[in-house]
């Protein structure tokens, strides 16, 4: 027969264990809260479901996933309109993510028009579909390799079409 003693002190080291455990659960989905309300004046990753970012094509000034690197040509700032549309500013820089087109994105120096606005709509716990005002079509690609041209004629309902923003870069989605 066991000590009622040795019976508490099992039942506290239980006690802490699941404490801890829960603790780990909660701490790392915080961590891994997706941001469907983007900051003024902060910097974002918008990280394709591919694990790769938005960034602009050196080449041609259109819209591209790429594999992180960390430059500001790869951090994004949401600007706000006020109406539940963002324009998606390139840190550092007076370029904002448009429409260009039916289907193709670039980077255009001024956001006033409804092609360089988009909301943000949550499709699950990690991600989100980022839509453009101008059609109403979502961003995405068509492959998900780093390199791939960003559209914005998605339906949405794709993996390729899914983002997640943090203000750090994660590879744990």
Do not use: R
């Not at 360089?116 to 079509?137: L, P, Y």
Request: proline share 1%.
């Amino acid at each position: 027969m066991l000590n009622p003693n040795t019976l508490l002190t099992m039942n506290t080291k239980y006690i802490s264990l699941i404490a801890c455990i829960i603790s780990l659960i909660f701490c790392c989905k915080s961590s891994m809260s997706q941001v469907v309300s983007p900051l003024a004046n902060t910097n974002y990753y918008i990280i394709h479901s591919s694990g790769s970012v938005i960034g602009e094509n050196a080449s041609d000034g259109h819209g591209a996933i790429q594999a992180v690197t960390g430059n500001n040509n790869q951090m994004m700032q949401f600007i706000a309109d006020g109406t539940g549309y963002y324009s998606i500013k390139m840190v550092g820089q007076t370029k904002y993510l448009s429409l260009s087109g039916s289907w193709n994105t670039s980077f255009v120096t001024s956001a006033s028009t409804d092609e360089a606005k988009f909301a943000i709509e949550k499709v699950s716990s990690v991600f989100v579909i980022i839509k453009c005002k101008a059609n109403g079509k979502c961003l995405g690609t068509d492959n998900v390799t780093a390199g791939s041209s960003l559209f914005a004629d998605k339906t949405g309902t794709d993996s390729k079409h899914y983002w997640f923003i943090s203000t750090q870069y994660t590879t744990c989605l």
